[in-house]
């Protein structure tokens, strides 16, 4: 070491005149040495704190075993990590961006190999980690004793495990509890609901008004689907329609919103008529929507089989595009491109399922009530579906395309109440159920309810609302 080969040197042949400063020299080695002994003492001493913290923190300390097996499963009881004092605990995150791994991330947290194999292995217990989604967050866990008296730098921190949400309403956690032993918490995380409301006049298009009133795109979808069947939207939107939406999120308890939630009330004034539907949750878990006199709002048979279709061919006596004369045309023509799903209108029976002459591929279905509809010129059917086959409502049973006699991809659809085909567009079917007594009572308090959210919400500053600057305008003055 550097101070013993000082010694000698200091004490070497060099002639000293002056023995004042002989004496000064010696004193001055004197004090480098105390340091020097006083350093090492420190030294020691933390080597021995590193060596009891790892003692305490692992009391059981077991030979080294290089793969952990998962630790038996033992019955799963939330424990927060403060539980388990006393250590402190400080966390990093990382986020799995594309082709990440759950390996390579505790790799790039610096996470020693072994460590993380042992914490991923107790982890796939649970969870598959090859199910980690691009853009999930993980925190990462390190550890130290709570009642060090050194600074924290000098004392030694372990890899204490990892947590992350693989779901709105879970918590996984990943966690120490020996050497190379990790066990698995699951906890679940409470979630509370808001309430939001969308107040919009339709400018463009549904969809366009109900993002500007703050709804996703999925709840967008949702609300669409709610009106396709008391309303045709290529046909009957306006511009100047007013749409109004009570709608939920639900929120962690750190106020961030974990998971998207259910339109609970909308309701579309459409020139002039008013269409308004409620949402009632049913003892058995499931839910329906209702309107005022409690009939649901589904029907027998959606009025579109395909999303984003554009009406091409209408019911009638026309010109045939092919074949030059004029026919009567059966049903309506939906263009959309090639692949396209396409919906069972209503749930039934496949009466008729393969290639039908000019029709192409084909598929015809038997609903209640007398009611069939049938499907041409698909590119392909959904798979596993064969004559015998029950669909549901809005069960994809193909794809578009143009087999058979067509000019491009298209969806022919047709609608026949006893073998008659009718004109899809003027049908008023019947909805699919209606509410009892108890259901109507149900049904007035949930209206209740939602009248008081809404006029809360109404008159309430902070409620997300964008109202075109048109009707701003008429309304002062
Ligand atoms: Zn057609």
Redesign the pocket.
Known sequence: MEAQNETPKNGGSEAVDNSDEAALIKQQERRRRARFRFTMAVFIGLIGIGYLAEQLLAPDMPTPVLSAKPAPSKPVVATHWAALAPMQRAHQSDTMVAGDSLAALLARAGIDGVEADAALDALSAEFDPRKMKVGQKVRIFSEWPTDSQTAQEAVPTRFAGFDFIPEPRQRLIVRRTGHLQFDVVKQVRPLSERFFLSDTLISSSVYEAARGGGMSPNLVVKLIRLFSFSIDFQRDIREGDQLEVLYTRRFDENNQQAEEGDIVFAALTNRGKRYAYWRLAHSDGSHGYYDDNGRSVQRLLMRTPVDGARLS?RFGMRRHPILGYTRL?????FAAPRGTPIYAAGSGSIVAIGRNGDFGKYIRIRHRNGYETAY??MSRYARRLKKGSRVTQGQVIGYVGATGLATGP?L???VLRHKKPVNPRDLDVPPETALDKIGLTKLRNAQTAIGQRINALATNDNRLRSLPRRRAAATGG
Not at 329 to 333: E, K, S, T
Request: hydrophobic share 15%; glycine share 8%; aromatic share 8%.
């Open positions: 061919s045309h059966r049903g309506l023509d041409a010129h298209h022919h659809y047709e």
